[in-house]
């Protein structure tokens, strides 16, 4: 057949066939180095994250625990007894509202 339809089947397929040989080259090149990084890589975080991170965290949270009941404790006793004594005073405190209405100069009555 003469015309575009040749060309288009020609080109589709050695698109094709270039992909998949590009493909199969690459992954045989490149699968046992990659395999082998990313296996690294990611057994290095796992065994960070039993090892340091989880223990490090571990004593954070009681280190802050310690921090939150010191804490705890010292506004209790220190900052407590101030808003409760700020508190009786303002709750006598009364509100009164006024609106006061402006002159109307520009109204002429006859």
Do not use: E, M
Not at 55 to 78: E, I, M, Q, Y
């Amino acid at each position: 057949s003469h015309g575009f339809d040749g060309a288009w089947k020609l080109t589709y397929l050695v698109f094709s066939t270039t992909r998949l040989w590009c493909y199969r080259l690459l992954a045989a090149l490149l699968a046992l180095p990659c395999g082998l990084t990313w296996g690294l890589l990611f057994s290095l975080l796992s065994l960070l994250h039993v090892w340091a991170l989880t223990p490090a965290l571990r004593v954070f949270d009681v280190l802050l625990h310690v921090v939150h009941r010191v804490w705890g404790g010292l506004v209790r006793t220190l900052l407590d007894p101030v808003f409760q004594s700020i508190g009786k005073v303002a709750s006598d405190v009364r509100v009164t509202r006024t609106q006061v209405y402006p002159k109307n100069d520009f109204a002429h009555d006859p």
